[in-house]
């Protein structure tokens, strides 16, 4: 049985269809890297799978249970998100806090969890990310890849079953973009269950189990990583990879 499956989700901005019935289907260990052009749809079907937008049809199946993503109720919605982890492309993380009252207000308040338990669990997460020694930094005082690392430990710090990721290297240089790419592999070599909207080819074909290609608010194309990038079968796919290959 998959972990999560999305059917048929459809998406309209005033009369402009986004997503025009988009499947995927992960199952649990899986790292999905959803490619495509920019304005194919990707941010908006990460969206609608974490309820930041309301998607107009379209079911959500998550671990058993199938939830029609038009009519989710706010109660469905937290008990989904406290399972589910979510990494945005600007990292979004609190300029007021620290690196460590980041990660940790999502354990105090949401969770109710002791304020020690938390500390120590945030602790755990930043060690894991390389960050620990910036726990008291604020953001403005750390580079993008080291706010993105906060960020990820901030989502690894709920013990999320499947993480998603929004191009979260994507406004980063190559060197910091290395460093955020090493952490989500050896997130991914762990069994972590992802699904990862990226523009970064090479880490794609290495760290995928499955590959969705996205355009026009379809998915165009989708197989394993070696089918996918090995020998593409769409034109649009052999033209973006083409494109897109440095
Ligand atoms: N909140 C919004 N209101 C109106 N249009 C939007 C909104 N969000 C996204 N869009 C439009 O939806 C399309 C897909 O956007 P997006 O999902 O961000 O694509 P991608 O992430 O693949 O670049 C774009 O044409 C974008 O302008
Ligand atoms: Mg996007």
């Known amino acids: 049985m998959a972990l999560l499956e999305v059917?048929?989700?459809?998406?309209?901005?005033?009369?402009?269809?986004?997503?025009?019935?988009?499947?995927?289907?992960?199952?649990?260990?899986?790292?999905?890297?959803?490619?495509?052009?920019?304005?194919s749809g990707k941010t908006t079907l990460l969206r609608c799978i974490n309820f930041l937008e309301s998607?107009?049809?379209?079911?959500?199946?998550?671990?058993?249970?199938?939830?029609?993503?038009?009519?989710?109720?706010?109660?469905?919605?937290?008990g989904i998100r406290k399972r589910t982890g979510f990494v945005f492309q600007n990292y979004n993380l609190f300029a007021n806090k620290t690196a460590i009252q980041n990660v940790t207000l999502g354990l105090t308040s949401a969770r109710k969890i002791p304020a020690k338990e938390a500390h120590?669990?945030?602790?755990?997460?930043?060690?894991k990310v390389g960050m620990a020694e910036f726990a008291d930094y604020y953001p403005s005082q750390l580079s993008g890849g080291q706010q993105q690392r906060v960020a990820i430990a901030r989502a690894l710090a709920t013990d999320p079953e499947i993480i998603y990721f929004d191009e979260p290297t994507s406004a980063l240089d190559p060197q910091l973009t290395a460093e955020v790419l090493e952490v989500m592999r050896d997130l991914a070599k762990?069994?972590?269950?992802?699904?990862?909207?990226?523009?970064?080819?090479?880490?794609?074909?290495?760290?995928?189990?499955?590959?969705?290609?996205?355009?026009?608010?379809?998915?165009v194309e989708e197989g394993s990583?070696?089918?996918?990038?090995?020998?593409?079968?769409?034109?649009?796919?052999?033209?973006?990879l083409r494109l897109t290959e440095k």
Request: aromatic share 8%.
């Open 7 to 39: 059917k048929e989700i459809h998406k309209a901005f005033e009369g402009n269809e986004v997503l025009k019935g988009v499947n995927i289907i992960v199952d649990k260990g899986d790292v999905v890297s959803v490619l495509g052009p920019s304005g």
């Open 55 to 78: 998607a107009d049809r379209g079911q959500f199946v998550f671990d058993g249970k199938t939830y029609d993503l038009s009519a989710v109720t706010k109660s469905e919605i937290a």
């Open 120 to 127: 120590e669990k945030a602790m755990g997460v930043l060690t």
């Open 190 to 219: 762990e069994g972590m269950t992802m699904i990862v909207v990226t523009h970064e080819l090479s880490f794609a074909k290495e760290v995928s189990t499955h590959v969705v290609f996205m355009a026009d608010g379809k998915v």
């Open 225 to 240: 990583a070696a089918e996918f990038f090995d020998n593409p079968k769409e034109s649009r796919t052999k033209e973006f």
